[in-house]
């Protein structure tokens, strides 16, 4: 019996060490949702703080950030739509940000399969829009995209930017 306890012990052990390594620092994540019929599906790994300076630092203000980690961020839309007043065409696109104090930059590139923004060429763009930047009083732990009634937004650290989708 003492056996069979040890061996039930050891293997319950292994499996949480199992699963803890499984654990990424930068997990895979989506956000979905839908506005006037059109899906929107946003992929992206989604990096913690962990007691870093997020913008300005970690995230370089006025240069091109690939807007997560690992892979580029992508983002998909069923349909054509406006961005921000601009028209992009359905489709698939890598996305990418560049963050300013009062206004970033939202950037869709054609080319949806990239490592990073290292390959990034900006005559790949196929939209271009700009959108206020802001702090919140709350701090995002993890980088978060959410798809909301009216576009879309990026969370993570203080930060906030959102765009309009019609």
């Given at each position: ?125 196929a939209l271009r829009v700009t959108v206020p930047s802001e702090q919140s009083s709350f701090m995002e ?11 879309f937004e990026i969370r993570w650290e203080y930060g906030r930017a959102a765009a309009k989708v019609e």
């Amino acid at each position: 019996m003492k056996k069979s306890s040890l061996i039930l012990i050891i293997l319950m052990a292994f499996g949480l060490v199992a699963q803890a390594q499984d654990e990424k620092p930068s997990p895979a994540k989506t956000a979905e949702g839908e506005i006037n019929g059109t899906k929107i599906t946003i992929n992206y790994s989604s990096p913690a703080v962990k007691g870093r300076t997020i913008w300005g630092d970690l995230v370089p203000l006025g240069q091109v950030w690939r807007a997560g980690a690992n892979d580029a961020t992508t983002i998909e839309f069923s349909k054509d739509v406006k961005v921000q007043g601009k028209d992009l065409p359905a489709g698939k696109y890598s996305f990418f940000v560049i963050p300013g104090e009062m206004e970033s930059t939202f950037i869709f590139n054609k080319v949806a399969k990239q490592w990073g923004a290292y390959t990034y060429d900006q005559s790949q763009d196929a939209l271009r829009v700009t959108v206020p930047s802001e702090q919140s009083s709350f701090m995002e732990e993890r980088l978060v995209y959410e798809v909301t009634s009216s576009g879309f937004e990026i969370r993570w650290e203080y930060g906030r930017a959102a765009a309009k989708v019609e």
